[in-house]
């Protein structure tokens, strides 16, 4: 029977604080008593239930501070290193994957979609006339405008795809199974939330602050970067044609 390297202390990591230096101190507790049993059978018999218990406290009173200290120790590095692992992938202002982070899944997903042949959708998020926001109310109310388009994008894509911020105003989104209608009809969620959001950020009562969205479909023979190029004319489009809008790739007007 082969025993896979590593498995017992993984087993051993993920039971808490507590059972591993209870599991620590049986151990030790065994191991002394063994001893103590080992040395009396071999000199002399009269002491022994006496010792057994004296080593069994000593090991007690000496083993719990020292487990809790060193095993506790390593859960909380371990701890730490997992919320640095989640950091390193996550934009820190708006909770969505950061721009290295959702490429490296985009790439596995598009590639696993077009193997199974299955329909997907690139949406390219961008909001209208940012800069002007940063400069007339400043960058606070610039940070919270970001803040609550994630927060938007978060609830309406949900567990239908997984979304980035990219750098700056600059947003998307990679949809599972869905054909163009069905990416329309999320960016045009997303679209109409943003629209809404003046009213929950303090300073923009009285402006409406909006976004433009360029979708792509997901084809058989191309891969992620293909579809993010495809999705970002249909952008460029929407910001031609007067902002606020979504622009399906089928919907653009062929240059003349």
């Known amino acids: 029977m082969q025993i896979k390297a590593g498995s017992w202390t993984h087993k051993l990591s993920s039971m808490s604080v507590f059972r591993q230096v209870t599991l ?10 063994l001893l103590t049993a080992f040395f009396y059978w071999y000199f002399e018999f009269d002491r022994l239930p006496l010792d057994i218990v ?17 095993i506790g120790q390593n859960v909380k590095l371990r701890e730490m290193a997992l919320e640095l692992d989640r950091l390193s992938k996550i934009d820190d202002l708006t909770g969505l994957f950061n721009r290295r982070t959702f490429f490296a899944e985009a790439r596995r997903l598009v590639a696993e979609q077009v193997a199974a042949r299955d329909q997907g959708a690139i949406l390219f998020i961008d909001v209208d006339h940012f800069k002007a926001v940063n400069d007339d109310f400043g960058h606070a109310t610039g940070d919270a405008v970001l803040k609550e388009l994630g927060a938007i994008i978060r609830t309406v894509v949900g567990e239908a795809g997984i979304a980035a911020r990219l750098g700056g105003e600059e947003f998307a989104v990679l949809l599972h199974g869905a054909e ?14 943003v629209a809404n959001c003046g009213r929950v950020i303090p300073g923009l009562e009285r402006t ?6 360029g979708i792509a479909s997901i ?3 191309y891969d992620f970067e293909d579809a993010l190029l495809r999705a970002d004319h249909s952008l460029y489009a929407a910001k ?13 007007v062929a240059p003349a």
């Open 208 to 213: 409406t602050v909006t976004v433009s969205i």
């Open 24 to 33: 620590m101190i049986c151990v030790a507790v065994a191991g002394a008593d």
């Open 219 to 221: 084809r058989a023979g």
């Open 240 to 252: 031609e044609s007067g902002r606020d809008r979504v622009v399906r790739e089928d919907e653009r």
């Open 180 to 193: 163009g209608r069905r990416a329309a009809e999320i960016a045009e969620r997303v679209r109409r939330g």
């Open 54 to 70: 004296l080593t069994t406290i000593i090991v007690l009173i000496v083993g719990y501070p020292l487990g809790f200290f060193f």
